[in-house]
C-alpha cells in the first residue's frame, strides 16, 4: 500500500452534484436496477427449468445474465444508498473490494461476448462437428478458465490501484470506485499504471473483441454463400441478438478506458458508465428473448405454469 494512512474513506459524488436530482436519480436507478434483476433472473430460471433449452447457446446466455447480474449488484446498490440516505462516502477497502467485483464482472462480459460468438460460428460454418466441439464439458471448461483470467486480471487492477498514494483530496467524481477516476484522484505517479491499461487492458478487452470480428467475418461469409434466402435469414436471425449486444457493450468500453487520462471527461464518463454498468445488463435479458422463439415460448409457459 501507498501513503493513504489518514484516507479512510472516499466521496463518491454520484451523477449529479445537485441534491434537487438526488430524487429523480434514485427513482430512475432503482426501476432500471428492478427491471435487470426481474429480466436477468427469468432468463436464468427459463433456462434452467426447460430442457429443450439445455444447450451450449443457451447454457452461455444463462451465464451472461448471471455475470450481469454480478455487474449491476456491485455498483447499483451502493449508489441507490447514497442516494436515498444523502451519504457519499465508501470505505476504503470498499472502495477497491467494488472495483475488484466491478472488474471481474465488466471484463467477463468480454469473454463471455467471444465465447458466443465462437459458439455461433460453430453452429454455423461447422454444424456437422458442433456438437463434439461444443460438449458439456468443453462449455464448463471454457467458462471456468475465462472466471480465472478475469480474476486475476481484476486483481491485478485493483492491487495496484490501492497502492497508489491519495495524499489530499479522497473526493472521487464518479458514482463507483474504478480505475481512471483513481488514477485521476491520486497524487504518486500513474504512468505504470496507465500503460498496463493500454496493454494487458488492450489484450484483455480487445483480445475477445478481434476474435469477435474474425467470426463474424467467417460466419457473414458462409451466410453469403447459402442459396436461399430463407436460410440466408434464418442463419442470420440467430446472430443478431448478439451483435446488438456487442455493439452496446463495446462501445462504452472503447470509449471509456482506451483514451489518455488527460482526456477524462466527468459527464461525458459517467454517461458511458451508466450504459455498461445498468442499462447494457438491464437491456440483455429484452434484447435475446424478444428475437427468441424458443425463449419467448419457454418465458410463457413458465408464466402459465406459474
Partial sequence: MGNHTTMDNFILLGLSNNPKHDSFLSMLFFIMYFASLIGNISIILVIIRCPQLHTPMYFFLCSLSTVDLCLTTATVPKLLFNLFSGRKTI????????????LCAGVMDSFLLAVMAFDRYLAICDPMHYTTIMS??????????SWMIVSLHALMHTVMSASLSFCSSNVIHHFFCDVPPMLKLSCSATFANEMIIFTEGSFIIMGPMI??????????????????SKGRNKAFSTCTSHLTAVT???????????????????EYDKAISVIYTVVTPMLNPFIYSLRNKEVKGALRKTWIRS
Fill in 136 to 145: 458439456r464439458k468443453v462449455c464448463v471448461l471454457l467458462v471456468a478458465g
Fill in 91 to 102: 470505505s476504503f477497502y470498499g472502495c477497491f473490494i467494488q472495483m475488484y467485483f466491478f
Fill in 248 to 266: 452496446l457493450f463495446y462501445g462504452a468500453i472503447l470509449f471509456m478506458y482506451f483514451r489518455p487520462s488527460s482526456s477524462y471527461s466527468l
Fill in 211 to 228: 476474435f469477435i470480428i474474425v467470426s463474424y467475418i467467417r460466419i457473414i461469409s458462409t451466410v453469403l454463400k447459402i442459396q436461399s
